[in-house]
C-alpha cells in the first residue's frame, strides 16, 4: 500500500515548481521587453543600429546552427568539428579572393562577384567534402557506440582541424584589405535602406542576400526533394529506412555533406564581412551557433535560423545599448548562461517537440 503514495509525491511536488519557474520565465521575458522598450525610446537611433547588426550576425548564426541541426536530427551526435568546419571555410575563401583571384577595390563588378560566387562554390564543396571526410572516418565506425564515444571523437576531430589550419595558416589572423564599412574593400559600399535613420549598409545586405536563398534551398531540398524524404525518414527511424529500401549510409554522408556546405558557406560570408579568421575561432563560434540550435530547438531547423537571429540580436542590444545594458564584458557570459537556462528547463528549445526518452 505505501508504494502507490510514494510513486504520487514526486508528481505532486514536481508541480508547483514548474509552474513557479514558468513565473520566473515570463518575469524575465517581460523586463526584456521593458529594458528594450527603454532604450527604443531614449535611444531610437542606437536601437536600430544594434538591431541591424544583430540581425546580421544572427545570419551567419542561423547557417552555422542549422549544420548542428541537421546532423543532430539525422544521428542525434553533436558535431563539435563543425564550428572548425565553418573556419577552414573562412580560411579557404580567404585564400581564393587574396592569392587566387586577388580581388581589390576598383574591379568591375562582374570580375568581384565572378570571383565571390566561384569562391563560394569552392568553400562549400570544400568544407562539404571535409565534413563527409570527418564522417567517414571518425564517426561511421563509432555509429553503435556508447553515446560519449562519438562526442569525445567529435572534440578530438575538432582539434585536429583546428592544428591543420595552424599548420598551413599559421597562428596570426588571416585578413582581407577592408573598407569603410569594415567589410571587404571590393564589396559596394553606400546603404541600401534606412531605418529608423540608421543606414543599413550594402555589406551587411550582402550576407543576408547570400543567406536568404541558402536557406530557402536548404528548407526545398529537406521538405520537397526525394533526398530529403530520405533523410526525414533516416532521422525517424534508420532501421525501418533501411527495410524500405533507403541507402542509410549515403544519407547520412549526404547530410554531412550539405552540414559542412553551409558551414563554408557561412565560412565566405564571415570572411567578407568580418575580413579576419584565426586558426581557433571556428571552436568559439560554434559553440555560440551549438546554442543557438539548442534554443531554437536542435534537430528543428526553422529554430535554428530563429535562435540565431535571438542571439545575434541579444549580443548586439548588449553590446550597444546605453541604457543599463551589462556592457560587452558580459556578452559572452549571457550567452552560455542561455544555453544553461534553455538546457535546464526547456532543453527540446523554443519549437521543439519534447519526445520520450526510449527504453
Given at each position: 500500500m505505501a508504494e502507490p503514495t510514494t510513486a504520487t509525491l514526486p508528481a505532486t511536488s514536481r508541480r508547483p515548481r514548474l509552474h513557479v519557474m514558468g513565473a520566473l520565465g515570463l518575469l524575465l521575458v517581460a523586463l526584456l521587453i521593458f529594458w528594450l522598450a527603454v532604450n527604443l525610446e531614449k535611444t531610437p537611433?542606437?536601437?536600430?543600429?544594434?538591431?541591424?547588426?544583430?540581425?546580421t550576425n544572427g545570419a551567419v548564426y542561423a547557417l552555422v546552427a542549422l549544420g548542428y541541426t541537421l546532423v543532430y536530427g539525422i544521428l542525434e551526435l553533436i558535431n563539435f568539428a563543425h564550428g572548425d568546419v565553418f573556419m577552414l571555410g573562412g580560411m579557404i575563401s580567404m585564400t581564393m579572393i587574396s592569392e587566387v583571384f586577388k580581388l581589390h577595390a576598383g574591379q568591375s563588378a562582374l570580375v568581384v562577384w565572378g570571383g565571390v560566387a566561384a569562391t563560394f562554390a569552392i568553400a562549400t564543396i570544400g568544407?562539404?567534402?571535409?565534413n563527409v571526410t570527418v564522417e567517414r572516418i571518425a564517426y561511421r565506425p563509432l555509429r553503435g557506440a556508447p553515446r560519449l564515444v562519438p562526442l569525445i571523437t567529435a572534440i578530438a576531430a575538432s582539434f585536429i582541424l583546428q592544428n591543420i589550419a595552424l599548420a598551413t595558416k599559421g597562428a596570426n589572423f588571416v585578413s582581407l584589405n577592408t573598407g569603410p564599412s569594415g567589410a571587404a574593400d571590393f564589396l559596394p559600399q553606400g546603404s541600401v535602406f534606412t531605418l529608423g535613420g540608421v543606414h543599413y549598409t550594402w555589406p551587411q545586405f550582402i550576407v543576408v542576400l547570400i543567406t536568404a536563398p541558402v536557406l530557402v534551398a536548404l528548407v526545398y531540398l529537406v521538405q520537397r526533394t526525394r533526398q530529403g524524404k530520405a533523410m526525414r525518414a533516416t532521422a525517424q527511424d534508420r532501421e525501418a529506412a533501411a527495410m524500405m529500401g533507403i541507402d542509410v549510409n549515403r544519407t547520412i554522408s549526404f547530410t554531412f555533406l550539405i552540414a559542412g556546405s553551409l558551414a563554408g558557406?557561412?565560412?565566405?560570408?564571415?570572411?567578407?564581412?568580418?575580413?579576419?579568421?584565426?586558426?581557433?575561432?571556428?571552436?568559439?563560434?560554434?559553440?555560440?551557433?551549438?546554442?543557438?540550435?539548442?534554443?531554437?530547438?536542435?534537430?528543428?531547423?526553422?529554430?535554428?535560423?530563429?535562435?540565431?537571429?535571438?542571439?545575434?540580436?541579444?549580443?548586439?542590444?548588449?553590446?550597444?545599448?546605453?541604457?543599463h545594458a551589462p556592457g560587452s564584458d558580459w556578452t559572452q557570459s549571457i550567452v552560455f548562461a542561455i544555453l544553461i537556462l534553455i538546457l535546464v528547463f526547456r532543453p527540446e528549445g523554443l519549437l521543439g517537440e519534447r519526445t520520450p526518452e526510449g527504453g
Open positions: 537611433a542606437q536601437f536600430f543600429h544594434a538591431f541591424l547588426i544583430g540581425f568544407c562539404g567534402l571535409i558557406a557561412a565560412g565566405l560570408i564571415y570572411a567578407l564581412y568580418f575580413t579576419s579568421v584565426v586558426f581557433y575561432q571556428g571552436f568559439q563560434l560554434g559553440l555560440i551557433a551549438f546554442t543557438c540550435a539548442v534554443l531554437g530547438g536542435i534537430g528543428n531547423l526553422p529554430g535554428a535560423v530563429l535562435g540565431g537571429l535571438l542571439i545575434g540580436l541579444i549580443q548586439a542590444f548588449n553590446n550597444t545599448l546605453s541604457w
